[in-house]
């Protein structure tokens, strides 16, 4: 993240994409005051390269394409731990829905397919994994 | 009393001993969970995406049948009460929201439904305190962990079941029955939940593996910090939570020296254990769980 190189404008920053994360999440990111405590957190940090909080700067930057790209839409478990200690009260797994849905809705781009599932996962899984990861990875 | 019930799909199926559990404690207790007629799965995860509304359309429907039977609802998978509530509280908040669902299911939904965790039905309907009376098993021996995960506890605001930081419900009612209750720094941290399903896709979709062995790590966290407070056994209400902190237990002691297993148990088995019911009634054996919880209720439950 400290090498990414960002170039904003004033078009970027309160463009289209930031209206349509707050549109589809419900959400306000700008409200974000970047003070971190959602990434303190956050138990999944450990198999993430942006942090929670560096992908909401990323979107309050306008900054699609890197916060599209990034592999913590898809780390995020919706735990909602970020969402109950932010001192500004944005929902964050929210925020990075609005982002997984951007990126599932055109149905183009599934997370997951059904038939990479081996049988003997099959078998194991409980039905509530099953339909949820479907539910959060598919489009 | 007959009060509705909302078993949900996991627990026909996988979770087969917490459906038993809740419905047998509940009758020992001299109350009857009656199934919502014609029910189907909820959807399993609450959607996030604030317009997504035919996300809401299985839960209502549910919410709607069973407001035909009664005031109250009752459920126990986290991910059920969690999904169940949060659209409840949606469509309370939006009356435009409840029309819209309730046209297209051609339904009449009032919004006018509780939904309850069994573990609040236990608390305001029946008592801790009665519970305690009841109890015909000694499990004074057996120091248990209870593990609440996220979904029965977050957004605060919508589910209002206990403290989100540091709950204590589900400790009360082991207390109650006589377990000895530890505390532990993790029983409110999430296990990875639906992650799982990515754990043998890791190779490909993610160069560094780690998004796929998430899972793993985070069941580690959370029971290597109850087994060093000296955990029997860890205690929950998620079928998901379950099956993450179970059935990772062999490939964690691969990659981590030192831990040992601990078995995961529902808090509903050990209700049933407690009130005297059957043990061999309630998958508490090899068939339904990777780590067998019976070893140590063998050892430590005395009749």
């Not at chain 1, 990479?116 to 949820?132: G, I, N, R």
């Not at chain 2, 459920?75 to 029309?99: H, I, M, Q, S, W």
């Not at chain 2, 959370?222 to 379950?242: F, K, Y």
Request: with cysteine; hydrophobic share 40%.
């Amino acid at each position: 993240m400290s090498q990414t190189r960002v170039r904003i404008s004033r078009k970027d920053v309160r463009g289209e994409f930031v209206k349509r994360v707050n549109e589809i999440s419900g959400e306000n990111v700008l409200t974000c005051y970047q003070c971190g405590r959602c990434s303190a957190g956050c138990p999944l940090t450990f198999a993430m390269k942006e942090l929670p909080n560096q992908v909401i700067r990323l979107v309050q930057l306008g900054q699609e394409e890197e916060a599209l790209a990034s592999d913590t839409i898809w780390v995020c478990a919706s735990c909602l731990a970020c969402h109950a200690r932010c001192p500004r009260g944005v929902d964050l797994a929210k925020v990075m829905e609005a982002l997984r849905s951007i990126k599932l809705r055109p149905g183009t781009d599934d997370r997951l397919k059904l038939e990479e599932l081996s049988k003997e996962m099959l078998a194991k899984l409980p039905q509530q994994a099953l339909v949820s990861g479907l539910r959060k990875l598919v489009g | 009393m007959k009060i509705g019930y909302f078993p949900g799909c996991t627990l026909k199926t996988k979770a087969i001993g917490l459906d038993d559990s809740v419905k047998d404690t509940a009758r020992a207790l001299g109350h009857e969970l009656v199934e919502v007629p014609d029910w189907t799965c909820c959807g399993a995860t609450f959607s996030l995406a604030a317009d997504n509304v035919m996300a809401l359309a299985a839960p209502v429907r549910i919410l709607a049948n069973a407001r035909k039977a009664g005031d109250e609802l009752v459920t126990v998978c986290a991910g059920c009460y969690n999904v169940l509530k949060r659209a409840n509280f949606a469509v309370n908040a939006d009356p435009e929201k409840l029309k819209k669902i309730n046209d297209f299911l051609e339904m009449e939904y009032d919004g006018g439904l509780k939904v309850l965790h069994y573990l609040e039905f236990l608390r305001d309907h029946v008592g801790f305190d009665k519970i305690s009376g009841l109890v015909k098993r000694d499990l004074s021996t057996i120091k248990v962990a209870p593990y609440y995960g996220c979904q029965m506890l977050r957004p605060h605001e919508e589910l209002a079941f206990d403290d989100p930081e540091a709950p204590m419900m589900m400790d009360d009612l082991l207390e109650a029955i006589g377990c000895d209750v530890i505390d532990f720094p993790h029983k409110v941290e999430c296990c990875g939940a639906f992650l799982t399903v990515c754990s043998n896709l890791e190779a490909r979709k993610d160069p560094e593996g780690k998004a796929g062995g998430a899972v793993n790590e985070c069941s580690y966290t959370i029971l290597e910090a109850a087994r060093r407070r000296g955990a029997d056994l860890v205690v929950l209400t998620c079928p998901l939570c379950h099956y993450n902190l179970d059935s990772t237990q062999p490939a964690i002691e691969q990659q981590h020296f030192g831990f040992k297993q601990i078995p995961i148990v529902y808090f509903s088995q050990l209700l049933a254990v407690a009130l005297g019911l059957d043990q061999e009634k309630y998958a508490l054996d090899d068939k339904h769980h990777c780590v067998d919880p019976s070893g140590v209720l063998k050892a430590k439950v005395s009749a």
